[in-house]
């Protein structure tokens, strides 16, 4: 069996896309590598924005309007090498971006539009590969050696259609010690998050927006890694969103399941499939800032008794960009199976990870960008539904999410929070189905307004706070 180099101590790095969106950003990627000898695997996301003009691209009607892509594309790897400082470096970031352009602008022209789902994959990686060369390089020139190992030959996975891929677990462990066990002890290996492949086909897949978190994890595990460290432009993970609410306040440590249920609910810190493997493993996950490495982070990990958070909220969350799936039979004596209900959604490619059920009315939330073409879905789901009622879709609307441990149990601020939501036209509240989680739908132009109110309420009113403290759940109704 083929054996990784062994180390003392062992840590995965992913540098977000902010990380790696400029030579000075990068730069910091290696000074944090430099200052830790535990990190022996880097993966890296595209630069910021990047994956977006890749998308722009994809979604292009003919070669004259990709052909207009590539300029943006172009200007954006132009200012890059305008932004760095050293000029005896620029020579060799601009021959690997050169390079990478040309590369890209054949895979293009070459291309039939619209683009193939195949060809589609393919394209929006083209971030990731750019990034991975472009660090190589700076890493190089810190005097870190390293070797660039493409991800489509570690990550391994099968197609699930339209929901997204299953990892082949054994697979991925085999083919990262058939890649590493060759390195020498002193070597740091760079690959790209987001991209994988078909164990079956050998067909070249991504793994979604914000998929090299979940590379990292996958990779942390087939390693065994002491530690996976996601680096990027936020210290750690708040008790909101700090970009819309500045008071929000930073959580030291979280655990595998608060982690979890945050990244499902809508925080952007974590890709919701990253916990699994890290959480199956006991592998401790630091969530930290590039810019800053010695200022404030959050660790995930598995909790002790002690560490639990005292049955009090701990974030509040929000999933944009949400649409309402409303169906209605005829008659409250007649009832609706959810499980048929999803099989027969399922098949309009519809996928969802939230329903209500109550007497004759089913709610599915679902991804707004799948109903992209809304009456066409209407029209497919109500021809899956016809014998059984009416179909309603509803969109722009936003989950927001309050995640914590035993809060629910807590009557004053659930009072204090129905009398708020009262001014609102909130669409199906969740409450007391779990003691950890209460969360309920908001037309989207209001979610900022909300976030901000709702996190003063829990984490700002002091009055509330102390009784909460002190809150006896021994007498709880």
Not at 123 to 133: D, F, N, P, T, V
Not at 222 to 242: M, N, Y
Request: with cysteine; aromatic share 6%; hydrophobic share 40%.
């Amino acid at each position: 069996m083929l054996e990784i180099t062994h180390y003392d101590r062992l840590s995965v790095a992913k540098f977000g896309g902010t990380s790696v969106t400029s030579v000075d950003a990068m730069f910091a990627c290696a000074h944090i590598i430099t200052s830790d000898p535990s990190i022996k695997l880097v993966v890296v996301s595209a630069q910021s924005g990047m994956t977006d003009l890749l998308t722009e691209l994809t979604l292009s009607d003919d070669l004259q309007q990709a052909h207009a892509v590539i300029l943006k594309i172009t200007q954006r790897q132009t200012d890059f090498i305008n932004g760095c400082s050293l000029e005896f470096l620029k020579p060799k970031l601009n021959s690997i971006i050169d390079r990478w352009l040309e590369q890209f602008q054949t895979l293009v022209n070459n291309s039939d539009f619209p683009v193939s789902d195949t060809l589609r994959h393919r394209l929006l990686a083209q971030g990731e590969y750019l990034s991975s060369e472009l660090i190589g390089e700076v890493l190089t020139h810190s005097q870190i050696k390293n070797c660039v190992v493409d991800a489509s030959q570690l990550i391994k996975v099968h197609k699930l259609g339209e929901v997204g891929v299953k990892p082949d677990l054994n697979r991925i462990s085999f083919a990262c010690r058939a890649y590493l066990s060759k390195l020498s002890h002193d070597s740091i290996t760079v690959t790209q998050g987001f991209i994988g492949s078909d164990v079956n086909t050998q067909e070249f897949l991504t793994l979604g927006r914000g998929g090299s978190d979940f590379s990292a994890a996958l990779l942390a595990e087939a390693v065994k890694a002491d530690e996976l460290q996601l680096w990027t432009d936020v210290e750690g993970i708040f008790t909101a969103d700090p970009r819309v609410v500045k008071s929000a306040q930073l959580l030291e440590s979280v655990s595998f399941n608060q982690a979890n249920r945050m990244a499902r609910f809508g925080a952007k810190v974590v890709h919701p499939d990253t916990i699994a493997p890290v959480m199956r493993n006991n592998i401790p996950v630091l969530i930290a800032a590039t810019k800053y490495p010695n200022g404030n982070r959050t660790w995930v990990k598995q909790y002790d008794t002690q560490d639990k958070t005292d049955n009090r909220a701990l974030s509040i969350t929000r999933r944009k960009s949400q649409a309402l799936i409303t169906v209605e039979v005829g008659s409250v004596a007649e009832r609706i199976d959810p499980d048929s209900i999803l099989k027969k959604l399922s098949n309009t490619q519809l996928y969802s990870d939230w329903l209500t059920y109550t007497d004759n009315v089913l709610n599915v939330i679902v991804n707004q960008p799948v109903l992209n073409n809304a009456n066409a879905v209407v029209a497919e789901i109500e021809h899956e539904l016809v014998d059984l009622g009416a179909v309603n879709v509803e969109t722009d609307l936003s989950l927001i999410s309050i995640i914590g441990d035993g809060f629910c149990n807590n009557h004053l601020l659930i009072q204090k929070l129905l009398a708020y939501l009262a001014d609102y036209s909130v669409r199906n509240l969740m409450i007391g189905t779990s003691d950890h989680l209460i969360n309920w739908l908001i037309p989207a132009e209001f979610e900022e307004t909300m976030i901000i109110d709702v996190h003063r309420l829990l984490f700002e009113d002091k009055t509330l706070n102390n009784a909460a403290a002190d809150y006896d759940l021994s007498v709880a109704s």
